[in-house]
Structure formats: structure tokens, C-alpha cells
């Protein structure tokens, strides 16, 4: 099981396309930080800047790293020596869905990483705020939500075989379904999106979320295992050569 992850991370890596993913959110994140240029900044307003700002542009990205996993085999047909190299279906799934969150998670902190040194340099701020742990928590809970994003992603890319299908369905649900059962029924901390939302706040409490509840810890990892099983179900039973 060890070489299949570090297998994977290097073919996710080696894809131009991840890359320059990667460039494109780390860019966008320093260029949003000179708009705090010369302004006070304490430990709240280095998470909005760091974590909550961009968080939605790097759960995308995230997601269509995360496809590729097995929707760029998939359209190249490279599926067939993986599974060659790696014949058990349920490991592969598992080692994919791994990588995936590990370079979603990487990719989240090397951009948090860079933007907190911009503004570090950009604005006027206080040392205690390093000692805040409501810093670290967002910080933290910010990079593993965009490392779940991915290996839900890789696992939708093993039900749907493609690239773009994962990255829209991720994308609806989050962007449309979501807020629109938040505003009819409320509960916004039982909600996949919202909820990681609501934990990688400041405060723990999102504008107009609410605070998160002991159960938000749970949904987005309960609807990831989900989608990794009816994943592996279908991924065992079909032809993986076929489309």
C-alpha cells in the first residue's frame, strides 16, 4: 500500500495541468493580499485573509486535481497498465483517493504559507497574534478541507470516468444546493460544504452559519466515506478498460 500513494503522488504531480492549478490559486491569493497593503492585522484578519478569503477557489481547484485521479487514466486509456502494476481494485481506489488529499492538503498550506509571508511584509500587525490557537485551528482545519475536497473528487472521477463531471457536481452542490437548503431549512453545520465552512472560521462561526456544532466534524468525512464505497462498488464490478 506504501508505493501505490507515493505512485500516485508523483503521476499527480507530474501532470502540467495540477501545476499550474497550483500556480494559478497561490497567484490569485497574493495578488487579493495587496489589498490589505499597510492596513493593521490581527490573528481574525490573517484567517480571512489566509483561510476563509479563498477557500472556495481552492475546494475547486482541489477538485479537479482530485479528478484526475482517475478521470485522466480513464480518457488516455493509462487505466490498463495501473491496474497491471496495482491489481487490487479497492487499494487503488484507496491510494488515489489518498494522494489526492495529500496534494490538496499540501497545495492549501504551501498557499497559506506564502500569502500569511506577504502579508506579514504588506501590513502592520502584532507578534501575539502567533500565539493565538484559534489561528493554528483555521489554519489547520482550512488545509484538510481542501485535502477532503480532492479525494471526494477522486472519487467521483472513479464513478463518472471523467474529469469535468466530478469538478461540476462539486461545484453545483456546493455552490447552489447547499446555500439554497441552508436558507429553506436552516442547519447549515449538517451540510457537507457549510459545515467545513463553519469549522475553518475564526470564531467557529460563520457569517451568518452559525456556530458549528460537535456533529460538524463528522458530515463532509460520513459523505466522503460514502462516495469512496459506492465508489469502490462500481469501480470493482465494471470494466475498467471500457468506457
Same mark, same amino acid.
Given at each position: 500500500m506504501t508505493g501505490l500513494p507515493r505512485y500516485e503522488w508523483r503521476r499527480l504531480r507530474s501532470l502540467p495541468g495540477n501545476r499550474a492549478l497550483l500556480a494559478a490559486v497561490v497567484g490569485f491569493a497574493l495578488l487579493a493580499d495587496l489589498t490589505a497593503a499597510g492596513k493593521p492585522l490581527d490573528a481574525e484578519g490573517v484567517v480571512f485573509h489566509v483561510v476563509q478569503r479563498?477557500?472556495?477557489?481552492?475546494?475547486?481547484?482541489?477538485?479537479?486535481?482530485?479528478?484526475?485521479?482517475?478521470?485522466?487514466?480513464?480518457?488516455?486509456?493509462?487505466?490498463? @497498465?495501473?491496474?497491471? !502494476?496495482? +491489481?487490487?481494485?479497492?487499494?487503488?481506489?484507496?491510494?488515489k483517493a489518498a494522494a489526492a488529499a495529500l496534494a490538496g492538503t499540501a497545495g492549501a498550506l504551501l498557499t497559506s504559507a506564502a500569502s500569511m509571508a506577504l502579508l506579514l511584509v504588506l501590513t502592520r500587525w502584532e507578534r501575539s497574534l502567533f500565539a493565538d490557537p484559534r489561528l493554528w485551528r483555521s489554519l489547520g482545519f482550512g488545509?484538510?478541507?481542501?485535502?477532503?475536497?480532492?479525494?471526494?473528487?477522486?472519487?467521483?472521477g472513479a464513478l463518472t470516468r471523467g474529469t469535468g463531471l466530478p469538478v461540476v457536481?462539486?461545484?453545483?452542490?456546493?455552490?447552489?444546493?447547499? @446555500?439554497?437548503? /441552508? &436558507?429553506?431549512?436552516? !442547519? &447549515?453545520?449538517?451540510? +457537507?460544504?457549510?459545515?467545513? #465552512?463553519? #469549522?475553518?472560521?475564526?470564531? !467557529?462561526? %460563520?457569517?451568518?452559519?452559525?456556530? %458549528?456544532? +460537535?456533529?460538524?466534524?463528522?458530515?463532509? +468525512?460520513?459523505?466522503? *466515506? *460514502?462516495?469512496? &464505497? /459506492? *465508489?469502490?462498488?462500481?469501480?470493482?464490478?465494471?470494466d475498467a478498460t471500457t468506457p
Open positions: 479563498d477557500l472556495a477557489v481552492r475546494w475547486l481547484a482541489a477538485a479537479a486535481v482530485g479528478a484526475q485521479a482517475f478521470g485522466h487514466e480513464f480518457r488516455y486509456g493509462t487505466i490498463r @497498465p495501473t491496474l497491471l !502494476g496495482f +491489481p487490487r481494485r479497492h487499494r487503488l481506489l484507496a491510494g488545509a484538510v478541507t481542501v485535502g477532503l475536497v480532492a479525494a471526494m473528487a477522486a472519487g467521483l457536481l462539486l461545484a453545483l452542490w456546493a455552490g447552489i444546493v447547499e @446555500p439554497l437548503v /441552508a &436558507a429553506v431549512l436552516g !442547519g &447549515a453545520g449538517l451540510l +457537507p460544504f457549510l459545515s467545513m #465552512l463553519q #469549522l475553518a472560521a475564526y470564531s !467557529g462561526e %460563520a457569517v451568518d452559519l452559525g456556530a %458549528a456544532s +460537535p456533529l460538524s466534524l463528522l458530515v463532509f +468525512p460520513s459523505c466522503l *466515506a *460514502a462516495v469512496l &464505497a /459506492a *465508489a469502490g462498488i462500481a469501480f470493482a464490478r465494471r
